[in-house]
T-cell receptor
Framework: IAGITQAPTSQILAAGRRMTLRCTQD?????MYWYRQDLGLGLRLIHY???????GKGEVPDGYSVSRANTDDFPLTLASAVPSQTSVYFC????????????FGPGTRLTVL | GQNIDQPTEMTATEGAIVQINCTYQ??????LFWYQQHAGEAPTFLSY????GLEEKGRFSSFLSRSKGYSYLLLKELQMKDSASYLC??????????FGAGTTVTVRA
């Protein structure tokens, strides 16, 4: 089935632990994105990648890192989780990084205690 | 920075019409998107405007005025399944999306 998958669906994590959120798309989209969604703040861009091998910082990149080794996968890593990173994380993709519509994955609900 | 404003909540009756307004001030403009998001689910694409005017897609229409920094999403013949959050997003000069906080629409019987 074409689309974007994210794993895990939800996770409870102790502060200070390292965590990687996975995102995979099978639409051969060039651009991929990570957002976090917090109540009352809307979706905010963390990192993005316009094509495999390149990444860029979004609005709220601190505490997060990404890599884009191939077209399909775009993992998001929290090196040392803090409670303020409790959020719902959405991965998205678009055919290109400029003029195309972004399509979202189902999200990962992360709680950092 | 980006500033995108939309009302927090709206309530309407099944079969009625609701208009969700969005005003924006962004660094450059390369299009405005509306997404629908049901509780606990991913945002799904509804509409896209890059030129002034009205875009109609079934029961949903979206309007844009670039000179006024204004858009609205019109939902007609409301159904219970339209109860959701509606997100306004503007693509800026760097082709990145900035989202409003969303408008939660509740449809009552």
């Amino acid at each position: 089935i074409a689309g974007i998958t994210q794993a895990p669906t939800s996770q409870i994590l102790a502060a200070g632990r390292r965590m990687t959120l996975r995102c995979t798309q099978d639409m051969r989209h060039n651009a991929m994105y990570w957002y976090r969604q917090d109540l009352g703040l809307g979706l905010r861009l963390i990192h993005y990648s316009n094509t495999a091998g390149t990444t860029g910082k979004g609005e709220v990149p601190d505490g997060y890192s990404v890599s884009r080794a191939n077209t399909d996968d775009f993992p998001l890593t929290l090196a040392s989780a803090v409670p303020s990173q409790t959020s719902v994380y959405f991965c998205a993709s678009s055919e290109t990084g400029d003029t195309d519509t972004q399509y979202f994955g189902p999200g990962t609900r992360l709680t950092v205690l | 920075g980006q500033n995108i404003d939309q009302p927090t909540e709206m309530t309407a009756t099944e079969g009625a019409i609701v208009q969700i307004n969005c005003t924006y001030q962004t660094s450059g403009f390369n299009g405005l998107f509306w997404y629908q998001q049901h509780a606990g689910e991913a945002p799904t694409f509804l509409s896209y405007n890059v030129l002034d005017g009205l875009e109609e897609k079934g029961r949903f229409s979206s309007f844009l005025s670039r000179s006024k920094g204004y858009s609205y999403l019109l939902l007609k013949e409301l159904q219970m399944k339209d109860s959701a959050s509606y997100l306004c997003a503007v693509r800026d000069s760097d082709y990145k999306l900035s989202f409003g906080a969303g408008t939660t629409v509740t449809v009552r019987a």
